[in-house]
């Protein structure tokens, strides 16, 4: 599986070639690291000045680096298919060759930190549904008020919550048809590509 850059990151990676490899090793250092503590304006206007381009080059440089980084570690992309990637660019065997080692020492430890920025989801337990129908009022002796009750059990690292929720049929059958939608998409031989490449 290729990686499809668009052209404002192709522009950002286009300052690589520019400057020496020692350089384009310490923007991949630069960038794990921005990835483990975040951003750091100080560390892109000193680099800016040592190598006298604006410090807004050098945040585009290692920001197209990260990109190219966490997206070939979130797919897991394989050397053959990074290089490929990265060959499109047009850049040199070297630097191809010096991206391609940024990526494999470090695609580990990209997952790892990608997995622990990933927001903890709750997750389905058990349901608990009541269909209530109001027949009568006193203003009005002849009505069919209908509302289903859900009570929705969930999970959520090792705590049960509960979420009550009341909706009137045509909203849930509604929400229904959208859920059967999504599980029919989920079938498509793009969302199997892309939970395959997920996991």
Known sequence: M???????????????????????AEFGRIAVEFLRRGSNPKIYEGAARKLSVSSDTVQHGVEGLIYLLTESSKLMISELDFQDSV???????????????????????????????????????????????????????????????????????????????QTDPATLLHLVQQLEQALEEMKTNHCRRVVRNIK
């Open 2 to 24: 290729l990686l499809d850059l668009s052209e404002e990151h192709k522009e950002h990676l286009a300052f690589l070639p520019q400057v020496d490899s020692a350089v384009v």
């Open 87 to 165: 060959f499109v660019l047009g850049f040199s065997e070297e630097l191809n060759k010096l991206l391609l080692q940024l990526y494999l020492d470090n695609r580990k430890e990209i997952r790892t930190i990608l997995s622990e920025l990933a927001p903890d989801l709750p997750s389905y337990h058990s349901l608990e549904w009541r269909l209530d129908v109001q027949l009568a009022s006193r203003s009005l002796r002849q009505q069919i008020k209908p509302s289903v009750t859900i009570k929705l059990h969930l999970n959520q690292n090792g705590d049960h919550n509960t979420q009550v929720l």
